[in-house]
């Protein structure tokens, strides 16, 4: 049986240290399966799957083309499998900030946005976000792709990875990740919970905006704790009513797509996600993206949509619950397999 690129992948987090176990379930142990929107899953995972090259994810992206029932679509070519590594499940939620800015410096518009530049070095940690926003090596040299207001937008954006921004000259420009410094994202909700500035149950994006806000002087410095520096491009290619390109480089749908760890979940993949807290839900999910802060196998990053009340929605997540896997037949079987 051959073993695709994605299953070697999983097979190798199997083995590693995180010591991850899969195990086989049956349809009629997804809680709310029955109930879901199964059309509009499929819906999502067509716009995906015909990236997918190996094994037997290639028929299934041919067969979902020709579906007149996409439950059974899915009950019969795939099997449900749970992956664990003993880490809590963690599910929250992302958007994309749709933002006031300008091609052009001037004194209201003022904190940059950069390209990648082409000197960075590959494979290595490169500048730390302090030292790339205090040392000006990027300044003068025309990696300017826009000007935002305030660093604290520019922070969000970058945790986010992709936005909108609504030009203050007239029309809009849509900006996708474009490359990163190499150092390992930290929180910096997780920073004011330590410092006893703010409760677990009381982090947000709209209170550590406020935090920044009413503290200007610590304010660089905790934006700084993150050494995590993300670049951009500017995306012109994407249709105005689709979602932002996610790591597969097709647009994401809210409330289908979600950003996974791609060392444990192959992108493109289903997933059912159950997830719980004050807004539950039970739904098919395509992993279409990824993230700096998604690390682990029951660990993922929902996405809401664009704009405020998307990123009202996104800010308020932060629940249990579980996400189990739907792979091909053969490549489910050989991971229980594999793990026996």
Known sequence: MRATLALVAIMAALAGPAQCKAKLLDWADLNGWEQDDHAEALEVYLETCRDLRSGDWPATCELARMVTDPRLFFETLFRPVMITDGEEPLFTGYYEPELVGSRRRSERFHVPLYRLPDDMPSGVPWLSREELETSG?????????????????????????????????????????????????????????????????EVSAQAIRKWVQDNPEGGADLLNH?????????????????????????????????????????????????????????????????????????RADIFYGSGDEAGREAGRVRDSGRMVVLLPIAEALALVDANL
Do not use: C
């Not at 500017?234 to 647009?251: F, H, Y």
């Not at 409330?255 to 444990?264: L, N």
């Open 137 to 201: 090596i990027l300044e003068g040299r025309g990696l300017e792709l826009a000007w935002l207001q305030n660093p604290v937008e520019k922070f969000f954006l970058q945790v986010q990875g992709s936005g909108r921004i609504r030009l203050h000259e007239g029309g809009s420009m849509r900006v996708g990740y474009g490359g990163k410094n190499g150092h390992p994202y930290r929180s910096i909700g997780m920073e004011l919970i330590r410092r006893g500035e703010l409760d677990e149950h």
């Open 226 to 298: 993150n050494p995590s520096y993300v670049f951009f491009r500017e995306v012109s290619q994407v249709d105005p009513e689709k979602g932002p390109l996610g790591a597969m480089n097709r647009s994401i749908t809210a409330g289908r797509s979600i950003a996974v760890d791609s060392e444990v979940v192959p992108l493109g993949a289903p997933v059912w996600l159950e997830k719980a807290g004050a807004r539950p839900f039970r739904r098919l999910m395509i992993a279409q993206d990824t993230g700096a802060a998604i690390n682990g196998a029951q």
